[in-house]
């Protein structure tokens, strides 16, 4: 990959372009105080940066106040992300209509949800009870009273430490509206007020915004099953108009891949000189529409320029989250159109079609036709598809894994639909353990090579993998979700992957959909009989860059699960937080799980063998 990297900056560098890898340069070395976290800028009476001789702000915040509160509000702002984005897929659920450009795919899933929030499913009309749903759905942003509903879905034992912990989310707008509030000058500056609130903030993303959008979103969109599909640079296509979708709210990924399909818009790409229409995905709205229908996944975080690159970029279609604004000027030095649809991302350079979810047919349909139109404009000359790609198997939602179970389940003796099979496998030593691996790339990291590395080891030690978001990706890139994939394993791992027919690296999404290994971890740890703490698991961020990866760290942590970091959460100014986030004193007996930040990839990937070891040895399995 890096070699076509190369290749494709060469072209970059004919045309003027800019790089995500020269603006690392011209920002090395990063500002220590802003490393450490121990600046702050939250009233103007500072900056404040502490030192050695300046210890306190001139309000008299010491450095543990001001590192906690940098902390807080790095985790609201993701967790404002993630709810937002399933306040969006709420709104549209509200809209969805028998013959409207969003319709319910998946009843079942929809009653079920109704079923668990005690609304009446019998003799109602599906649509009626998808507003119904939705409506409530939506309250939970800002109910006055009572705590989150999908809170309700983890084990009893982890509903308690929550509540003693006095972290249980109430309503998922309050607790990112409190963060502002508690991190305003003169309000919070005690460190484990600040931390307790960063973790019940993740939690109202993970056990709220988050699961919404990916709940409401498989009711919309169909609940992902296994599919097979392609990823890497060289999935898009010489002689067809590439259309990139980028982002993550799939409200409007759906409706671009709809209408690439429009015998009308393929019919006018053939008129334009090109033999069809090529949808293929960047970052998590990649990985939802490669999850649902197939499509290809072009690249990940760090590759977002790279599709540009290729000179054969008919339109990179943005929502919201994880855009470069790079991507304006970038396109502008090819034919590429660079189109913005949300009121929440604007970004100069653009071309502005202001999606709505009212309208979403016209304008997803004038978004495919403005991008076949810019096919005649295509400089042959610049084209350089490096020809990249790696087969993978997709689409593992819990319901998908528990149907994948099924098959290896003996039915005259054992319930079907559980997650028994997978923790017999983990108890039998078959199986040492699972990680969950996730988040983003990040330059200070040699992208992706700390996904794949860390992946590789832990197969090899039976540890089955995973992954949703750009690590998701990197897997797929590297071969790791082939069902052939085999070679990576242990002999364990290798005997549940050819039994059960699955990869050994499980794709499970986007990154709201880390919301479904919540999910799994509290089904297994019901289905097994202990506390999620218990099972031989672990979570890893290792390339993780961005507010939305810090909110998803704390409610990992939060639901029990230790948590490994590649790249410090800005925190190491103070030892008061460190210890906190790190030690074994801090949140450990909050939540009965803790951080470790590790920016050796190989010791990191010791650690949590070590870690996975133990908790087996703590069972006496
Ligand atoms: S809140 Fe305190 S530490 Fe922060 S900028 Fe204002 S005076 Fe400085
Ligand atoms: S994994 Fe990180 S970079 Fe990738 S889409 Fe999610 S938040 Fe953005």
Not at 375 to 389: A, E, G, S, W, Y
Not at 493 to 512: A, N
Not at 613 to 619: N, T
Request: aromatic fraction near 6%.
């Amino acid at each position: 990959m890096e070699e076509a990297t190369a290749s494709l900056l060469e072209t970059g560098a004919k045309v003027g372009a800019d790089s995500w890898q020269q603006r690392v340069k011209n920002q090395t070395p990063h500002c220590g105080f802003g490393e450490a976290g121990t600046c702050c800028r939250i009233c103007s009476m500072g900056p404040c940066r502490i030192t050695k001789k300046a210890p306190r702000g001139i309000c008299g915040c010491d450095v543990h106040g001001i590192v906690a509160r940098n902390y807080l509000r790095f985790t609201a702002g993701g967790s404002a992300t993630h709810s937002d984005h399933g306040r969006s897929i709420a709104h549209t659920l509200y809209l969805a209509k028998p013959d409207g450009a969003y319709q319910v795919k998946d009843p079942e899933k929809l009653k079920r949800i109704a079923k668990e929030w005690d609304i009446e499913t019998e003799n109602k009309d599906i649509y009626d009870l998808a507003h119904e749903v939705a409506l409530t759905g939506l309250m939970e942003y800002g109910k006055p009273f009572g705590t989150q509903r999908f809170t309700k879905r983890a084990p009893e034992h982890t509903q308690e430490l929550w509540d003693k912990a006095g972290i249980t989310p109430r309503a998922i707008d309050r607790e990112v509206s409190q963060s502002m509030h508690m991190t305003h000058m003169g309000c919070s500056s005690l460190p484990e007020a600040l931390i307790r609130q960063s973790l019940r903030a993740g939690l109202s993303d993970g056990w709220g915004g988050s699961m919404m959008g990916t709940e409401l979103s498989d009711v919309l969109f169909g609940t992902p099953k296994p599919i097979d599909t392609e990823a890497n640079i060289g999935v898009m296509e010489k002689d067809m108009v590439n259309i990139v979708v980028h982002g993550h709210d799939p409200s409007l990924s759906e409706m671009v891949v709809f209408y690439a399909q429009d015998p009308e818009m393929i019919a006018l790409a053939k008129a334009n000189g090109a033999k069809g229409i090529n949808v293929c995905g960047v970052c998590c709205t990649a990985n939802e529409v490669a999850m649902r229908h197939g499509i290809p996944m072009a690249g990940n975080f760090l590759q977002q320029e790279n599709v540009v690159l290729t000179g054969a970029c008919e339109a990179i279609v943005v929502d919201v989250q994880c855009i470069f604004p790079a991507l304006g000027p970038l396109s502008k030095c090819f034919h590429t159109k660079f189109v913005t649809t949300s009121p929440i991302a604007r970004m100069p350079d653009s071309e502005y079609i202001e999606f709505h979810e009212e309208t979403a047919a016209e304008n997803a349909k004038a978004i495919v036709k403005m991008a076949v139109e810019n096919f005649k404009n295509r400089n042959q000359d610049l084209v350089n598809i490096p020809q990249l790609k790696s087969k993978a198997r997709v689409g593992y939602s819990v319901e998908a894994i528990k149907k994948c179970l099924d098959g290896v389940t003996n039915s005259h003796v054992d319930e079907l639909g559980t997650l028994k099979p997978l923790a017999d496998v983990v108890k039998a030593g078959v199986l040492r353990g699972a990680v969950a691996m996730v988040g983003c790339n990040n330059p200070k990291v040699r992208p992706d090579t700390a996904h794949i590395e860390l992946m590789k080891k832990l197969l090899k030690n039976d540890i089955i993998v995973v992954v949703s978001g750009c690590s998701a990706q990197a897997a797929a890139k590297a071969g790791l979700m082939d069902p052939e994939a085999k070679e990576f394993c242990g002999e364990g791992l290798k005997r549940v992957c050819e039994l059960v027919g699955i990869p050994p690296v499980l794709h499970m999404g986007s990154c709201v959909d880390i919301s479904r290994m919540m999910i799994l971890a509290s089904d297994l740890a019901k289905d097994w009989g202990c506390n999620i703490s218990q099972i031989p698991l672990c979570g890893c961020a290792p390339e993780w860059m961005s507010e939305k990866a810090v909110s998803i760290g704390n409610y990992v942590v939060s639901t029990g699960i230790d948590t490994f970091l590649g790249v410090d959460p800005y925190s190491k100014g103070s030892e008061e937080v460190t210890e906190l986030l790190q030690g074994e004193t801090g949140i450990k007996t909050w939540v009965e799980a803790n951080y470790t930040v590790e920016l050796d990839i190989e010791k990191m990937g010791d650690m949590m063998i070590e870690r996975i070891e133990a908790k087996r040895a703590a069972l006496g399995i």
